[in-house]
Nanobody, 123 residues
């Protein structure tokens, strides 16, 4: 069974930075996709970034491109979301998600979810 544990959320002012971490356990391969999603109150969940742990390819949503980056420490099975130049509209609960082994980085392929970590950006 795969488990995801997130950390790193918090409260910052506009322009600040945070780094979210998501540690995965239970995988027996190094070929799956991990991603970050967020959901603000009253809004639908949206994908923010993803990374293919096998090939290393990444996706960053246009809404955060140039400010957020995603990286992976395969040995630790940990994915990071570096968030810079944060804006109040980035305020949301951020969730780490992962696919099954050999899962593609498609939105509907994520089957494992973390508990979420709150990010609050004040103006």
């Amino acid at each position: 069974q795969v488990h995801l544990v997130e950390s790193g959320g918090g409260s910052v002012q506009t322009g600040g930075s945070l780094r979210l971490s998501c540690a995965a356990s239970g995988y027996t391969t190094y070929n799956y996709c991990m991603g970050w999603f967020r959901q603000a109150p009253g809004k639908e969940r949206e994908g923010v970034a993803s990374i293919d742990t096998g090939g290393g390819s990444t996706y960053i949503d246009d809404s955060v491109k140039g400010r957020f980056s995603i990286s992976l420490d395969n040995a630790k099975k940990t994915v990071y979301l570096q968030m810079n130049s944060l804006k109040p509209e980035d305020t949301a609960m951020y969730y780490c998600a992962a696919t099954g082994d050999d899962g593609p980085c498609y939105a509907d392929a994520y089957i494992y979810w973390g508990q979420g970590t709150q990010v609050t950006v004040s103006s």
